[in-house]
């Protein structure tokens, strides 16, 4: 069983920058590594994912363009880098594997489609 942990997290005035990093233990992660988040009182969405192979990064629409997905060399660990953050962005976030393989037809997935979380990070964007 893969254990995920995010860390990272914290407050950021908006406009600002956070990194969240997403580490994987007693394996590595599988076809496909999310990033999710959840707001108070709201479902968990969908934020980025990237292929845990071949690299292919997916975005969701409101976050295209200001946050980056990547894997680090060599190690089980993907960042999710947050730039221009609003205060919309602020949920808990999530990190997902063992999810579904390769489809061209999807880029872009629900919770129920992987099979291993982390605890999760608090992301507070102040206005």
């Known amino acids: 069983q893969v254990q995920l942990k995010e860390s990272g997290g914290g407050l950021v005035q908006a406009g600002g920058s956070l990194t969240l990093s997403c580490a994987a233990s007693?394996?590595?992660?599988?076809?496909?590594v999310g990033w999710f988040r959840q707001a108070a009182g709201k479902e968990r969405e969908f934020v980025a994912a990237?292929?845990?192979?071949?690299?292919?990064?997916y975005y969701a629409d409101s976050v295209k363009g200001r946050f980056t997905i990547s894997r680090v060399n060599g190690k089980s660990m993907v960042h999710l880098q947050m730039n221009r953050l609003r205060s919309e962005d602020t949920a808990v976030y999530f990190c997902a594997t063992d999810g579904p393989g390769y489809d061209s037809r999807y880029t872009a997935w629900s919770p129920s489609d992987f099979g291993s979380w982390g605890q999760g990070t608090q992301v507070t964007v102040s206005s």
């Open positions: 007693e394996r590595t992660f599988n076809n496909i």
């Open positions: 990237i292929r845990w192979s071949a690299g292919f990064r």
